[in-house]
């Protein structure tokens, strides 16, 4: 596709429900990374994968939270457990980017996220 | 603690009034600072990156500069349609690629 593209675009769950979000990243783009966007703040980091491989997941709030990226395009991340705090936006973004690179990453529009 | 701030959080303008948006940095050993635009319910879009101090570039009615510790978002006879937040993101040795830390936006409204 011409973008980097997330599903649902919205997605209510009930507390303690597990849940999953897909990221289709711009076609040929070796880095994946996620981000999580409360309400009036600015994206936080959670993960970045490098084709399959997940290189940083220093960002991940805690245990209940799972990402991969097993054939390096498609990625899916896993909530397990909503809990009111995890409501925010859930961003996607790619790049070309390699070791050597430096190049800008593209954003998905998100999943806005609200557990009840 | 690294630490991106940026200011005003938000900035009322009227058309063709010109300003600067600000992101000061604390980070040890910059990679790099991205400039992005984000539109309600719609995620981040790119505008600049600045690797080192007095680089400048120029989109359009935008231009970004870097100091060794603030980058300036300038905006030239704006009009309606640069109404937005724009974030400032910045990315430093010893993080992993794609860790950028964010400031929390400002929101820029211009009226015509």
């Known amino acids: 596709g011409a973008g980097v593209s997330q599903s649902p675009r919205y997605k209510v769950a009930k507390r303690g429900q597990d849940v999953a979000l897909r990221c289709d990243p711009i076609s040929g783009h070796v880095s994946l990374f996620w981000y999580q966007q409360a309400l009036g703040q600015g994206p936080e980091f959670l993960t970045y994968?490098?084709?399959?491989?997940?290189?940083?997941k220093s960002g991940l709030p805690s245990d209940r939270f799972f990402a991969e990226r097993p054939e390096g395009s498609v990625s899916t991340l896993k909530i397990q457990r909503t809990q009111q705090e995890d409501s925010a936006v859930y961003l996607c973004?790619?790049?070309?980017?390699?070791?050597?690179?430096?190049?800008?990453?593209?954003f998905g529009q998100g999943t806005r996220l609200t557990v009840v | 603690e690294d630490q991106v701030t940026q200011s005003p959080e938000a900035l009322r303008l009227q058309e063709g009034e010109s300003s600067s948006l600000n992101c000061s940095y604390t980070v040890s050993g910059l990679r790099g600072l991205f400039w992005y635009r984000q539109d309600p319910g719609k995620g981040p879009e790119f505008l600049f990156t600045?690797?080192?101090a007095g680089e400048e570039k120029e989109k359009e009615r935008l231009k970004a500069t870097l100091t060794k510790k603030e980058s300036f978002l300038h905006i030239t006879a704006p009009k309606p349609e640069d109404s937005a937040t724009y974030l400032c993101a910045v990315e430093f040795y010893g993080g992993s690629q794609g860790n950028l830390i964010f400031g929390k936006g400002t929101k820029l409204s211009v009226k015509p």
């Open positions: 600045l690797y080192s």
């Open positions: 994968f490098q084709n399959e491989a997940q290189l940083d």
């Open positions: 973004a790619s790049s070309l980017r390699d070791r050597e690179m430096n190049t800008e990453a593209f």
